[in-house]
């Protein structure tokens, strides 16, 4: 009977991999990764105090696969080197953006408020770490309340970043500001396409959601920003509206907005993969993104989507190991276009 039943995990098990393995030969990029540190081995990385001392500190740090004393003693270089260890080890995933975070700016003084920022991840310790590892690509982030915003701006596209991310409620500026016109058009000029998140935001203990409304990136949009929309608006409302229904008319409205899948799978986002993918032309805007760390139990499990996907291809996903293996079959089996996972975020692609 052991036998019979170890024969039938691998069975299903290879079953699961063979769902996807078309996927094997094709180069994907995972557009949305995260990161963080403590200040060890001069990184210039912290949390606040905060953030430090809510339950989710914990869960991050369990989930990028460090201790905090690990970092202590190795730097918090250490935390990108696990990282690129798994994605090595992914048997579908290339390469992954992994995301820089700037912080809250004082409009009065123009500098950081370490006080008010949640977490930050200085662009320099990205661009520094990222470039060790052929398979992590450089995404900058720069709070555009910075009065050497555009400077920072440039010396990101010279340090080789692919994009800009922001979390506009954490980072708390409006993303349709009028002030904010020459930095887009400077992100134009140097083809920087912007990754925002949109959508109430949870992952943090506090977020002003009313600045990821989807509708306020109308500005950068109508400036030639390529925009990608992080996880597609799909929690909270904004004017009384849902987010998600928000969004939608503004694919047709604008050629230059993407949406990325990363988070989509989570608990606190179920059903809302399966109805993007039933909205026509919605999947020729979506590009690949996991959301690390957040892949992991509690926040992500294939059971939660039995509905979707079954009680054998649950079971086969469970049975994978790696987390970016495991998000990408879950994925392609709820029925994620394979043209999605190779996407580019560029007019035309």
């Known amino acids: 009977m052991r036998v019979l039943l170890i024969l039938l995990f691998s069975f299903l098990t290879v079953t699961a991999v063979i769902a996807a393995g078309s996927l094997e030969d094709r180069h994907i990029i995972d557009w949305h990764v995260h ?17 430090y001392e809510n339950f989710r500190f914990g869960y991050f740090m369990r989930w990028m696969g460090v201790t905090e004393k690990e970092l202590k003693n190795n730097g918090d270089q250490l935390v990108v080197k696990r990282l690129d260890e798994k994605i090595r080890q992914s048997r579908y995933i290339d390469q992954a953006v992994v995301l820089a975070l700037d912080g809250v700016i004082d409009e009065t003084s123009g500098t950081l408020d370490r006080e008010k920022t949640q977490i930050y991840v200085p662009n320099d310790f990205i661009a520094r770490e990222t470039a060790k590892y052929p398979r992590l690509l450089y995404g900058a982030s720069i709070n555009p309340l910075r009065r050497d915003s555009i400077e920072r701006l440039e010396q990101a596209h010279r340090q080789g970043a692919v994009l800009i991310k922001w979390i506009p409620s954490i980072m708390h500026f409006d993303p349709s500001d009028k002030n904010l016109t020459s930095f887009y058009q400077r992100m134009t000029e140097l083809d920087m396409p912007l990754l ?20 306020r990136l109308e500005l950068p949009l109508k400036l030639g920003v390529i925009v990608i929309a992080a996880h597609i608006s799909t929690t909270g409302k904004s004017d009384g509206e849902n987010n998600f229904k928000r969004i939608l008319p503004m694919f047709s409205e604008y050629d230059n907005l993407y949406a990325d899948i990363s988070s989509l799978t989570q608990i606190n986002k179920l059903g809302y993969l399966a109805r993007a993918l039933q909205v026509e032309g919605l999947t020729e805007r979506m590009i690949y993104g996991s959301d690390w760390p957040l892949q992991y139990f509690p926040v992500v499990s294939p059971w939660y989507h039995l509905g979707r996907i079954g009680f054998i291809n649950a079971w086969q996903i469970s049975g994978i190991d790696n987390s970016w293996d495991r998000d990408v079959v879950l994925k392609r089996q709820y029925g994620v276009p394979e043209a999605v996972f190779t996407r580019k975020p560029a007019p035309g692609q």
Do not use: C, Q, W
């Open 196 to 215: 925002t998140h949109t959508g109430k935001e949870i992952s943090f203990p506090t977020a002003r959601n009313e600045l990821a409304d989807p509708r």
């Open 35 to 51: 990161v963080a540190g403590l200040g060890y081995g001069d990184s210039d990385a912290f949390i606040n105090t905060e953030m």
